[in-house]
């Protein structure tokens, strides 16, 4: 896949993979790997650039003896989804046009 | 490698980046093979999950901006004397001029690469434009019936033909690999200013 469209789509993805509740780093690879692969490299810089952007904030909370960082969408993260969601839209109405010719 | 091995490797790679974003980048990663390990493989595996220490560290170079590195090489590391700030301020016409060597060096080299690519392009166009004007040349040559001259205009167009098709393979394999190169010394740049001093 062309590097920057799966940029674009790795920050929704993992704003997705925090939606509905909390996660922490292992969890947000493990859930999204049916989907895309992704390395912890990548996903840490994906946070930096999500908190960063206020999409996300960071608590720390104590698991098994030691410390583990969750990850919380806020707001501006949700409307990102949002926002993805109608670009998407448009996204798959051209695709139609580009593929009708194909039948 | 066990964890702290992995750990301690990291953090010599990445000597040179902002302290601040070496623990934290080792917090990450520490607690990444930690969830590993408690999803029942050993710490060996989890550790060869994430990849090697160079795999991790080129990852983290390609992805810091060339001025945030130079930023924390010239951060002084503690307050400057008066001594080291007079001296640094006369002796400013000969460090600042080597730097600005430096920099010119380097914007000369993008350049010529550039320049490079713009020549080889420049031939193939100029050899497209040869297959117009030949066969141009050559309709224009029979009209006037001169049929002798136009049949060799003629074979000069397929000529061009021919060498623009062939050096359009070469020019586009060239763009890349050049390409490829800067980007090469680009991050050999890079690593000059992160590395495995302690």
Same mark, same amino acid.
């Given at each position: 896949?062309?590097?920057?469209?799966?940029?674009?789509?790795?920050?929704?993805?993992?704003?997705?993979?925090?939606?509905?509740?909390?996660? @922490?780093? @292992?969890?947000?690879?493990?859930?999204?790997?049916?989907?895309?692969?992704?390395?912890?490299?990548?996903?840490?810089?994906?946070?930096?650039?999500?908190?960063?952007?206020?999409?996300?904030?960071?608590?720390?909370?104590?698991?098994?003896?030691?410390?583990?960082?969750?990850?919380?969408?806020?707001?501006?993260?949700?409307?990102?989804?949002?926002?993805?969601?109608?670009?998407?839209?448009?996204?798959?109405?051209?695709?139609?046009?580009?593929?009708?010719?194909?039948? | 490698?066990?964890?702290?091995?992995?750990?301690?490797?990291?953090?010599?790679?990445?000597?040179?980046?902002?302290?601040?974003?070496?623990?934290?980048?080792?917090?990450?990663?520490?607690?990444?093979?930690?969830?590993?390990?408690?999803?029942?493989?050993? &710490?060996?595996?989890?550790?060869?999950?994430?990849?090697?220490?160079?795999?991790?560290?080129?990852?983290?170079?390609?992805?810091?901006?060339?001025?945030?590195?130079?930023?924390? =090489?010239?951060?002084?590391?503690?307050?400057?004397?008066?001594?080291?700030?007079?001296?640094?301020?006369?002796?400013?016409?000969?460090?600042?001029?080597?730097?600005?060597?430096?920099? *010119?060096?380097?914007?000369?080299?993008?350049?010529?690469?550039?320049?490079?690519?713009?020549?080889?392009?420049?031939?193939?166009?100029?050899? *497209?434009?040869?297959?117009?004007?030949?066969?141009?040349?050559?309709?224009?040559?029979?009209?006037?019936?001169?049929?002798?001259?136009?049949?060799?205009?003629?074979?000069?167009? $397929?000529?061009?033909?021919?060498?623009?098709?062939?050096?359009?393979?070469?020019?586009? &394999?060239?763009?890349?690999?050049?390409?490829?190169?800067? =980007?090469?010394?680009?991050?050999?740049?890079?690593?000059?200013? $992160?590395?495995?001093?302690?």
């Amino acid at each position: 896949m062309d590097i920057q469209l799966k940029r674009g789509l790795l920050d929704v993805c993992v704003l997705a993979a925090i939606k509905n509740e909390d996660s @922490y780093g @292992y969890k947000i690879i493990k859930d999204m790997k049916p989907y895309i692969e992704m390395s912890e490299s990548t996903l840490y810089t994906i946070l930096k650039r999500l908190e960063s952007a206020n999409m996300l904030t960071v608590q720390t909370a104590e698991h098994g003896g030691r410390l583990r960082k969750y990850y919380h969408i806020t707001d501006t993260g949700l409307m990102k989804i949002e926002s993805f969601k109608n670009e998407w839209k448009e996204i798959m109405s051209i695709y139609r046009f580009i593929t009708k010719e194909d039948k | 490698m066990n964890k702290q091995e992995f750990l301690a490797e990291l953090r010599k790679g990445l000597h040179g980046l902002p302290p601040n974003d070496i623990e934290e980048r080792l917090t990450f990663y520490n607690e990444m093979i930690d969830d590993r390990m408690e999803e029942g493989i050993t &710490e060996g595996e989890a550790v060869s999950g994430i990849g090697t220490v160079d795999e991790v560290v080129s990852q983290i170079i390609a992805e810091t901006s060339l001025s945030k590195l130079v930023k924390e =090489k010239v951060r002084p590391k503690r307050a400057m004397k008066v001594w080291e700030i007079v001296l640094l301020t006369l002796g400013s016409p000969i460090w600042l001029s080597l730097l600005l060597a430096v920099f *010119a060096v380097i914007f000369a080299v993008y350049v010529t690469v550039w320049s490079v690519i713009v020549a080889l392009w420049a031939v193939e166009l100029a050899l *497209a434009a040869g297959v117009l004007c030949g066969v141009l040349s050559f309709v224009i040559l029979i009209v006037q019936v001169n049929v002798a001259a136009g049949i060799a205009m003629l074979g000069a167009g $397929i000529a061009c033909i021919g060498l623009s098709i062939f050096l359009f393979f070469g020019c586009k &394999e060239t763009t890349k690999g050049l390409l490829f190169l800067t =980007k090469k010394m680009i991050s050999g740049i890079k690593s000059t200013f $992160i590395g495995r001093r302690m």
